[in-house]
């Protein structure tokens, strides 16, 4: 099955420096990763996804990186802003499956 | 405005109390499913359903039941809650074809005394 965990608990960044959340997973078969933001008192949401036939997809800010070498995911925030603070979770899923595994989530804190 | 809504927000129920948790969405979304979040556990998924009349289980589906008698709404019912089920539940939804779960529901927080 897919198991997925984040390096990290917690990560402390200065406003306006770059942030990167990292990633890994156990499951070479995956072929789809979601990154999800959860504030305090709302829902995860979805940022950024990337299929297992690229290694980069860039967002607003965002960019998500796959190495599939090392199993290994990650999501970087340029330019971190206090409204980046939150909860963010990585999700994979196996091919041929519907379901979501999550990783524990690392909590980004944005010192101003 | 697409959105997963979830009642009630908040429920402090008693150990053996039925109880329903509603989810409904407004997208015409095929797939939806329940995830509970626990502290150092993350998000696991309790049941899912790939359209109407069709569930199954998750990771974590013991003690609870759900149904999907049409596209919109999928109920989570917990027959004889327990303390172990003090947790904070997500419902979720997405359209075949498109990200997988992009849309979650605020959340349930239920405490079982």
């Known amino acids: 099955g897919e198991s997925v965990g984040l390096h990290l608990p917690t990560l402390s960044v200065q406003e306006g420096d770059n942030s990167i959340i990292n990633c890994a997973y156990s499951?070479?078969?995956?072929?789809?990763f979601i990154w999800y933001k959860q504030e305090s008192g709302k829902g995860p949401q979805f940022i950024i996804d990337?299929?297992?036939?690229?290694d980069k997809r860039q967002g607003q800010r965002v960019t998500v990186l796959l190495n599939k070498t090392v199993k290994h995911l990650s999501l970087q925030i340029a330019a971190t802003q206090p409204g980046d603070s939150a909860v963010y979770f990585c999700a994979g899923r196996g091919a041929g499956s519907y379901q979501l595994t999550f990783g524990k989530g690392t909590k980004l804190s944005v010192i101003p | 405005e697409a959105q997963v809504t979830q009642n009630p927000r908040y429920l402090i129920t008693v150990t053996g109390k039925k109880l329903t948790v509603t989810c409904s969405q407004n997208m015409n979304h095929e797939y939806m499913s329940w995830y509970r979040q626990d502290p150092g556990l993350g998000l696991r998924q309790i049941y899912y359903s790939m359209n109407v009349e069709v569930t199954d289980k998750g990771d974590v589906p013991e003690g609870y039941k759900v149904s999907r008698k049409e596209k919109r709404n999928f109920p989570l019912i917990l027959e004889s809650p327990s303390p172990n089920q003090t947790s904070l539940y997500f419902c979720?939804?997405?359209?075949?074809?498109?990200?997988?779960?992009?849309?979650f529901g605020q959340g349930t927080r239920l405490t079982v005394v």
């Open positions: 499951n070479s078969a995956s072929d789809y």
């Open positions: 990337i299929r297992s036939n690229m």
């Open positions: 979720a939804s997405r359209g075949q074809g498109g990200r997988t779960e992009a849309f």
